[in-house]
């Protein structure tokens, strides 16, 4: 079974801190994702990488930058947290091509920003 | 650009009842069409995939959904619902011209009454 990890389940900050969210996925996926998860909002892409080192600006990538230097691993870092990326952050990984391309979750990270 | 619709927010049933949630998407080609499930404080799950031939395709725990071209919807069922089946479901819409980028609709919380 695919395996997506994040490093935090839950995680309180303070403003002004830099944050960095982990995810790392075991099954060899070229496509990576962040998205965060607020009531009524539904899922918003952050951030998107197809391979290393190569990433793509999603719907709302404001406030976030990421990094993937090995194929495993998408960092999501927040370089200054406010409180509105309050949220629940959620990193995803899928194959390319074929009929592959469903989406596997990590658990999610619940980040309070105070 | 592709989008996606759950009219739905919230929907109340009683166990053993049926279930159909509604989905409407929007996109220009054939899309490539997901339900996940979340549980409370857990990442998605797939529940099922279209991407082509038969328009009733069959997912894990007793789910079906329907793609209808001509009213663009990808409606998700169960003949008889569980208490366990208490969750908030995703529709997304993806397509293989945008590198796996799929689109979430906003989510439908689902309660389950004894």
């Known amino acids: 079974d695919v395996k997506v990890t994040q490093s935090s389940r839950y995680l309180v900050k303070r403003t002004g801190e830099k944050v960095f969210l982990e995810c790392v996925q075991d099954m060899d996926h070229e496509n990576m994702f962040w998205y965060r998860q607020d009531p009524g909002l539904g899922l918003r892409l952050i951030y998107f990488?197809?391979?290393?080192?190569?990433?793509e600006k999603g719907d709302i990538p404001e406030g976030y930058s990421v990094s993937r230097e090995k194929k495993e691993r998408f960092s999501l870092i927040l370089e200054s947290a406010s409180t509105n990326q309050t949220s629940m952050y959620l990193c995803a990984s899928s194959l390319v091509g074929g009929s592959s391309y469903e989406q596997y979750f990590g658990p999610g990270t619940r980040l309070t920003v105070t | 650009a592709q989008s996606v619709t759950q009219p739905d927010i919230h929907i109340t049933v009683s166990e053993g009842a049926s279930l159909e949630l509604r989905c409407n998407y929007s996109y220009g080609a054939t899309p490539y069409l997901f339900w996940y499930v979340q549980s409370p404080g857990q990442g998605l799950q797939l529940l099922l995939k279209?991407?082509?031939?038969?328009?009733l395709v069959q997912g894990i725990k007793g789910f079906e959904a329907e793609f209808k071209r001509s009213q663009s919807s990808f409606n998700l069922r169960k003949p008889s619902v569980h208490w366990s089946d208490a969750a908030e479901y995703f529709c997304?819409?993806?397509?293989?011209?945008?590198?796996?980028?799929?689109?979430f609709g906003d989510g439908t919380t689902l309660t389950v009454k004894p």
């Open positions: 990488s197809y391979d290393v080192k190569m990433k």
């Open positions: 279209y991407f082509s031939g038969d328009t």
């Open positions: 997304a819409v993806g397509n293989n011209t945008n590198a796996g980028k799929s689109t």
